[in-house]
């Protein structure tokens, strides 16, 4: 199938191509074309335009799925040899790990007009949009006069989680994704394969499925847990990324900084636990399993546990990097802030 190559390779062209503003981010002093939006809303526009005018089907990528997974593998595969090979040896590691994990942190192309970790990023959340709204279509054909709209919901939060990415695509560049990882297969895979086609395996599984009828107060309750959820994440974030680029300020007109020698904020978001926006990712993945109205399905439980999975040994792994870096401050923070994730939980 040439669908996912000619889509990969649109976002990469679109994304050197397009005008884009210029920012610094955290790892100095690299910086970024940031033009994830325009990018994203063209590539979707253009697939819209191509099914209007009847040159694509517009649920040939449901209808095709598995062959589009299996041409994102094999290009996924290339990817990461491509983009570890390329680099020197880590010392002290072995290749598996090199090629796993990376041995770039922050690599650039095209004289930085393009940046590995910002396009893997966009061409992951590009792809899937343009699954879920051909998943969404092939629901719409099959149940023309009773769709569900557990489907418009999922796709709707979906969709807002992957567009409220984009639109605060600098604040990212302050997260342990940019900050710590490198890119190699995690990230390089990750991206062209598992975000695009694993994220929304509840309507892969169920968009075959028929109306079950959800009651419109379950939905309402269902979108208010995805929405607390984004304000944990999105809230966690946004404090943190204020405090970094100007740490005097108060967090939305609101929260005054509190921190440890000025360096580790202990109030907010980060008052509550040490990772909450880990909580609210979970929260939303949740809401998005039961969206589609079928809670007793095992598909749609697979993106929670994923998030649960991934989460958790990153809350360790950052632990444990923070009290490297911080030392003393660190341990001090554990103290005022005991809890990991969940506050009185864990």
């Not at 969206?291 to 399905?297: F, K, M, N, S």
């Given at each position: 199938m040439l669908t996912v190559p000619v889509i990969y390779a649109a976002v990469f062209?679109?994304?050197a191509l397009l005008p884009a503003r210029r920012v610094e981010g955290y790892v100095k002093p690299l910086r970024y074309r940031l033009n994830g939006l325009a990018v994203f809303f063209a590539v979707v526009g253009l697939w819209a335009l191509a099914c209007r005018l009847d040159l694509f089907a517009w649920d040939a990528l449901y209808v095709n799925r598995w062959e589009n997974a299996a041409t994102a593998c094999v290009l996924g595969l290339a990817f990461s040899f491509a983009v570890v090979l390329r680099e020197p040896r880590v010392p002290g590691w072995s290749f598996a790990r090199e090629l796993y994990l990376g041995r770039a942190e922050n690599p650039q192309w095209l004289g930085g007009r393009v940046d590995a970790k910002m396009f893997l990023y966009l061409v992951g959340a590009t792809m899937l949009e343009?699954?879920?709204?051909?998943?969404a279509a092939w629901h719409f054909a099959k149940y023309p006069g009773d769709?569900?709209?557990g489907v418009v919901l999922y796709v709707a939060l979906f969709s807002f989680f992957l567009v409220e990415y984009l639109f605060f695509e600098r604040v990212h560049l302050y997260t342990y994704d940019f900050v710590a990882e490198r890119v190699g297969f995690k990230l390089g895979w990750g991206c062209f394969v598992f975000?695009?086609?694993f994220y929304g395996v509840g309507l892969w599984a169920l968009a075959d499925a028929p109306n079950p009828h959800t009651p419109a107060w379950a939905l309402a309750l269902v979108a208010a847990l995805f929405f607390g959820g984004w304000l944990l994440a999105r809230g966690a974030n946004l404090q943190k990324f204020?405090?970094?680029?100007?740490p005097q300020k108060k967090a939305f007109g609101l929260i005054a900084p509190e921190a440890l020698d000025g360096r580790v904020l202990v109030n907010g978001f980060w008052g509550l636990s040490r990772h909450i926006n880990y909580l609210g990712e979970l929260c939303m993945a949740s809401a998005l399993a039961l969206?589609?109205?079928?809670?007793?399905?095992w598909q749609p439980w697979l993106y929670p546990l994923y998030y649960l999975?991934?989460?958790?040994?990153?809350?360790?792994?950052?632990?444990r990097r923070c009290a490297a870096k911080y030392g003393p401050l660190w341990a001090e923070y554990v103290k005022r802030v005991p809890h990991r994730i969940v506050p009185f939980v864990y």
């Open positions: 062209a679109l994304h343009l699954n879920l709204l051909s998943f769709p569900s709209p975000y695009p086609f204020f405090f970094k680029v100007a969206a589609l109205g079928y809670p007793g399905a999975v991934l989460l958790v040994p990153r809350q360790l792994a950052d632990d």
